[in-house]
């Protein structure tokens, strides 16, 4: 018996977040199920909401980092509470310090980055 929802083409931010909240109910559903198909769908139905809302230049990540702070209305004060860390987030906006592992999930959450285009490599100014 089908009882999930019936899912269609996500057109706005609340289409997103229900699309994306149920994914995270249903992410470890066992292949075959019915659960496992939708997950199966809202991958697909997330990832193109998601291409279409970022359509983002190619720029190094802290670039991207820094265009869609000023999208946001965010600074680095902003970063910091999200990371827990204004030095460290000072550091990488002026490229003395590469993002770490953690920063990019933080970063790409709530800057609405997809993390791919925060791993690139980028030169640091001053390295030893």
Known sequence: MN?????YLLESEEDHYSAVARYEQVKN?????EEHKEKM???HLIADYESKLWDLPEVDPVEMIKIRMEDFGFNATTLAKEYGDKGTVSKVLNYKQSLSL????????LLKIPAERLIKEYPLKNAV
């Open 3 to 7: 009882t999930f929802k019936n899912w």
């Open 29 to 33: 559903a066992k292949k075959g199920s």
């Open 41 to 43: 769908l809202l991958v």
């Open 102 to 109: 953690n920063m990019i999930r933080k970063f790409s959450h």
